[in-house]
Nanobody
Framework: VQLQASGGGLVKAGGSLRLSCAAS????????VSWFRQAPGKEREFVAH????????AYGESVKGRFTISRDNAKNTVYLQISDLIPEDTATYYC??????????????????WGQGTQVTVSS
């Protein structure tokens, strides 16, 4: 599967964005998908996860209550609604996918497919 992330931009603190991750392939609903982010000089950080059917979600502690992951398998797209943004949310955001249902979903090493990243910059 190929992933294409989009929707990033420059936004003021308190603002919102919706990131999209469009996937190729007919079996996208079989993939577990997550969002990660990486700020300059920092390690890649888990942000959010959703199973193929959307029955289970998980969020990183720093984004709980502010970010929401969703997916539309008919459109082969996963979304990340990011709200109440703070400058610390500034990073490149990546979507990632795997077919491995036993994967450690919080680890970036578990994912086989990655989008190219979309930059989110939050000004104070």
């Amino acid at each position: 599967v190929q992933l294409q992330a989009s929707g990033g931009g420059l936004v003021k603190a308190g603002g919102s964005l919706r990131l999209s991750c469009a996937a190729s392939g007919r079996t996208f609903s079989s993939y577990l998908v997550s969002w990660f982010r990486q700020a300059p000089g920092k390690e890649r950080e888990f942000v959010a996860h959703m199973t193929g059917g959307g029955t289970f979600t998980a969020y990183g502690e720093s984004v709980k209550g502010r970010f929401t992951i969703s997916r539309d398998n008919a459109k082969n797209t996963v979304y990340l609604q990011i709200s109440d943004l703070i400058p610390e949310d500034t990073a490149t955001y990546y979507c990632a996918a795997t077919l491995n249902r036993r994967a450690d979903l919080y680890s970036s090493h578990s994912y086989d497919f990655w989008g190219q990243g979309t930059q989110v910059t939050v000004s104070s």
